[in-house]
């Protein structure tokens, strides 16, 4: 969730709305396919040109994310809801090979 300070002392948090009354087009994926992608993204440390030498992000560059997935409309940020969207499917798609690595190793021992 990105948080952010407005003028005045209340912090307020911006959330996305993705619920079926507002969204469209809806496509199943292939989570597998979407963890091979996650798997080849270049990821580095790095810092913005305006920011002082000692501080460091992580993460791919908004380039390369969108030549990888083809989400968002601007190669030149990485929106969250997308970036959250890949790591959620990523996710999903580790848990399913590990449970099927792990009947596969139960059915080798019994």
Known sequence: MVTWRPRGRRRR???F???NR???EVVPLDGFEVL???ASLPVSTWRYVWEPAGV???????Q??????GLGDD????????????????????????QELEARLAALEA
Do not use: T, Y
């Open 22 to 24: 507002r969204v469209d």
């Open 75 to 98: 190669d030149r940020v990485i929106n969250h809801l997308d970036a959250n969207g890949v790591l959620m499917v990523s996710v999903q798609a580790l848990h399913r090979r590990v």
């Open 13 to 15: 948090r911006r959330q």
């Open 64 to 69: 390369d994310f969108a030549a990888a997935f």
């Open 36 to 38: 091979d992608k996650v």
């Open 17 to 19: 709305a993705p619920e």
């Open 56 to 62: 460091r992000h992580l993460g791919p560059m908004a």
